[in-house]
């Protein structure tokens, strides 16, 4: 077998200089998609909303309905957060991104966005699936339709594009490169402020040099699959604190880590960590990651609707640990996108 790596991957806290948030205040966002990733549509109550959970609820895992239940137009993609605490969310069906103040979020309800960036004529956002943010506050986006004039790009609007609504011409925008973005499902910035892109089988690299200006570069680096389905179908991606790469593997039903220097040059690399749950329901088509302050991983399933927390000391490769905690109450709906607040 190939899986004889075992090699474990550090993890730490944050920062020293970051804090806790408030008792009582939200610290897991989750977004309900509104579709299956066979692209049907559900008709359940609570498809249409982001949910809010507090630290309390999810500490042990719960039942319960979310402290915070956002109603939204449509199905939701990604979702970030910017430095003010203002929730930035993809809407797929209607080719726009929205944002929701940090006022808005204290409280349930159908809030009216506060900025919503509509597509351009040139069809700036095509299906927009994936947000990130960076440094300096500019949000990327990962356009998957797979035909029109937006397909699978990558664009960025910068933070004066996004005080106020309406249709701006992207600030940047990355083609593809004979198939080097193709159906994008998942962006993150490493440490170093390198863009990462997950799509159909592989994760890919575009540099900070290449992110200053629009076209259709080759990524600097790519991960492929190993042949063994390690990116069979890679969904949400985040980074841990030593920059290592963490991917859910749709349809292998896996969590994958790369460490840092497997990400340094190009290649089909067999994962440092691989996750293959020992409760052989617990990963079920596996969407979204985020880790908390403590290096735990929490991943959203879309299939069971489910919320899982793997504790950092076992994500080892090879690994089958059980999570910790589920989260399974009614109002999730084939949750994906995940913002843990940190």
Known sequence: MAYAITLPLAFT????????PPSGSIVLWVANSGLT?????TDAANANSILGYTASQIATGTTAAPAVKLITNSGNGGIALDAAGNLWVTDPPNNAIAEYTAAQLKKSGQPKPNVVISADANGSLDSPEALAMDGSGNLWVANSAA???GANTVVEFTASQLSASGSPKPAVRLASNAGSINNPQGIAFDPKGNLWVSDSGAVREFSTTQLGASGAPAPAVTIGDDGLGSLNGPEGITFDA?????????????VVGFSSSQLAVSGNPVPAVIVRSGDQSALNNPCGLAFDATGNLWVSNLATSWLLKFVAKELTSPSSPKPVVFVASGSLVSPCALVYVR
């Open 242 to 254: 030593q920059g290592n790469l963490w991917v859910a593997v749709f349809f292998s039903n896996l």
């Open 13 to 20: 806290a944050c920062s020293s200089n970051s804090t806790a």
């Open 37 to 41: 990733k066979t692209g049907s549509a």
């Open 147 to 149: 035909a029109g004039s």
